[in-house]
Each structure stands twice: as C-alpha cells, then as structure tokens.
C-alpha cells in the first residue's frame, strides 16, 4: 500500500505538471529567492502531495459549501458545477488543485468570489421571484475565507493578477488562469475578482494559459465602474 500510494503521487504531480527532480550530473546555478507567506507559492505540485494524503471523503465537501452541485435555481437556467468522487491519489489531487474534473459556470464562481469577499455563500438569485434558495446561506470557515482572500490578494501583488494593482476604487482580489480542456490548442481563459461588495466572473473563449483575456476584461469593467 505504501509502495503504490507513493507511485499514484509521483504519477499526480506529473499529471499536473510536477518538477522533475535534476539530475545529479546536471549544471547548477545560484538561485535568487524571495520569501513569502506559505500560502503565496502554493504550487501545484505542491498541493497534488498535499491532496494525496487527505480521506477520499474529505477533498469535494469543502467545494459543495460554494454551491457546487447545489439545489439552488437563481431564475434561470444554470449549471451548478460538477464535482466528482475521487476514487484514487491522482483524482483527489486533480480536485484539490481545482483541474479536470471539476466543472464550473460563470455564474457559480462569481457566487464562490462574492463568497470570499462576504465570509457566506449566498444562492445566487437573477430572477427573485422564481429563484429557489435551497440550502440558502453557508457561511465559510473564517480562517478558509481569510486564506482564500489573501491568496487572491497575493495573485494581484505578485502573480498573474498583476493588472489590476492599479485600479482605483479600492483594492482588487483576483485570480486568473484558463480552463483545462481535451485535444489542447487554446483554452478558455478565466479570472474571478472582487472589489469590496461586488464579485465578477469573466470567461472568454480561445483564450491563453494565464488567462490575460478575461483578466484585462475585468479590469476594464472596475474601471469603468468607478470608485
């Protein structure tokens, strides 16, 4: 059991784009590092180890708090996410760094953002009159929300959220990326963000890895916005 469970993390931190371990007679140069809080480089690789270690039972719940695969309807129609049961090493860690299979809409993520800025997920409702709450209200574990938020906050100081350090109005929380898709080629590009009571989600087709598309997307709309 030791063997294998050690086998299906080496094969999860490949899967997500593990470091391979130099090579002894490899060429060595200094590196310059700069420190930060450990929830800043909180890499992939990283997490895929982390995840490994968890019960199966303990890596989805935490996302069904967010309103995935809820029983809530906000008016109209909307996919509430999809998150399956990991049945081994590499799906949980899959999960937990938030690639394949997970599924999401932008609806449901600008709910999870708004969710972080508030410290409860609230149903989201487009048409009052004909959404059902469900559950209704979540509120989140206080230390996960700080995290979460300063974990966005970090991704505008010194990551890919970089373009909105500059945006008047109040600070930005933001994290961008591209969904993971089949047969490779361009991917949708993603960001979530808030600014104090107002989260917004931005998908855009064919878009790059680091999702700069919907990243500059969202910086226009708080910008135009206003204070």
Known sequence: RREATAEARRRARSA?????????????????????PARAPATTPAAADGAARLP???????????GFEGTW???????????PDPVDDGEQAALATGREPVMASPLLMASVAAAV???TWRPPALLPDHARPGPGPQP??????????GAMR?????????RFRGVPGGAVHAVTGAAQ?????????WTIAFRRD??????VEDGSPDGREAAAAAERFFRRLGR
């Open 117 to 119: 800025a508030d410290g």
């Open 73 to 83: 309807h906000s008016g109209v129609d909307a996919f509430h996410g999809a998150i």
């Open 16 to 36: 997500l784009g593990g470091d391979t371990p130099p090579s002894p007679n490899a060429p060595w140069r200094p590196a310059r590092l700069r420190l930060r």
């Open 154 to 162: 970090d991704a505008v100081l010194d990551g890919t959220g970089a």
């Open 181 to 189: 898709g089949g047969g490779g080629g361009p991917a949708p590009a």
């Open 56 to 66: 199966p039972d303990q890596s989805p719940p935490p996302a069904r708090r967010f």
């Open 198 to 203: 107002l989260a917004i989600a931005v998908l």
């Open 140 to 149: 989140l574990d206080p230390l996960v929300a700080s995290e979460l938020a």
